[in-house]
């Protein structure tokens, strides 16, 4: 059914890409199960991981269903939500690991911001214990061995949560779920360096402080300043970093 695949671009995108068009054009249709994990391991030449990540991304953007004992089948044709790490990727300014992890953060920046702004107006004493209790629960983590991204994501969505507006939160959530590899690749790149680490438990700190202030002026600028140092601390990675982004784990999931 499918050729082999080789090249530059990264496999994971590729597959998930020709499964996509598969479905798009419907030589995949509505019910039909895709070729098993082994099947596409064969008829691709790529590893079960790639497979694997390839067909979460589908997932993600809401063209195919995992059936317990049965496989991944095609779901009806709807409306697609936005799948962030697929537009980043054929962005033609570039689809390079950094380029595709900068461009996410960018988008972080500009929700996150507004989010911060807004919990700090209205956010609940109970609110403000969650919060509170989501930033503890990174350090708890890093000093368990664990690299925080979880953590992190929960950090971020707590604030979102305490804005009081359901579209916001759900966009947070999505946001977060679909660019969770991104998340990763910053924090692994931020867990090199003591400072790094130490800079983002500040700008965390910070964000948390304006917003149990009640200050939403200083809860924005401080969320996009966080974000905007992430994005310095990633353009000061060297290459080899880089070279190894692909080895990051990538667990991707639902954000429905």
Request: glycine letters at 6%; zero cysteines; proline letters at 3%.
């Amino acid at each position: 059914m499918f050729s082999k695949l080789s090249g530059p671009v990264r496999l994971t995108d590729r597959v998930a890409a020709l499964l996509a068009e598969e479905i798009e054009s419907g030589r995949l249709a509505e019910g039909d199960r895709l070729p098993t994990e082994v099947e596409l391991v064969s008829q691709l030449g790529v590893s079960r991981t790639v497979v694997r990540e390839a067909v979460s991304r589908l997932r993600n953007a809401g063209l195919v269903e995992p059936r317990q004992g049965r496989g991944v089948f095609v779901l009806a044709r709807r409306t697609r939500p936005l799948d962030l790490e697929a537009a980043a990727a054929d962005d033609p300014l570039g689809a390079d690991a950094k380029s595709n992890v900068l461009k996410i953060v960018e988008v972080r920046r500009a929700i996150e911001g507004e989010a911060a702004e807004l919990a700090a107006s209205r956010a609940t004493a109970a609110d403000l214990a969650r919060i509170r209790a989501a930033l503890d629960a990174i350090d708890a983590a890093v000093a368990a061995g664990g690299d925080g991204t979880d953590e992190d994501l929960a950090f971020h969505r707590s604030i979102a949560e305490s804005t009081g507006n359901a579209v916001l939160v759900a966009t947070a959530r999505y946001l977060g779920e679909v660019s969770r590899r991104g998340i990763r690749v910053t924090r692994a790149n931020e867990a090199r360096r003591g400072d790094f680490a130490e800079a983002v438990r500040r700008e965390h700190q910070a964000i948390v402080e304006a917003v149990e202030a009640r200050d939403a002026r200083r809860a924005r600028s401080a969320a996009r300043r966080h974000l905007k140092r992430a994005a310095s601390r990633l353009q000061d990675a060297d290459p080899a970093f880089w070279d190894t982004t692909g080895t990051v784990p990538v667990d991707p999931e639902s954000a429905r």
